[in-house]
């Protein structure tokens, strides 16, 4: 996910769709529930909240696992 007024990222892994994803993100940041780390940041940075399309992108489609993983960990260190 990527801030949209401040490029900052954040990698994770999720067994859900994208859009399911991005709809908690966004409930947890218009209610300020604090569920949602990513939310959570965006409200204390005073970041905006832009369309999904703006602020997720899927980088690798994998199963769960030790790979996945290894992936995750690659794209964090990329990222840094």
Known sequence: MTF???QKKYVGQTGRPNRVKFREHYRDYKYANN????AQRVLEEGYSFGPRNGIMDTLHIAN???MLDVQEKFYIYKET
Do not use: C, L, Y
């Not at 569920?35 to 990513?38: G, R």
């Open 4 to 6: 949209p007024t401040f």
């Open 35 to 38: 569920k949602s780390k990513f």
């Open 64 to 66: 769960r696992g030790r």
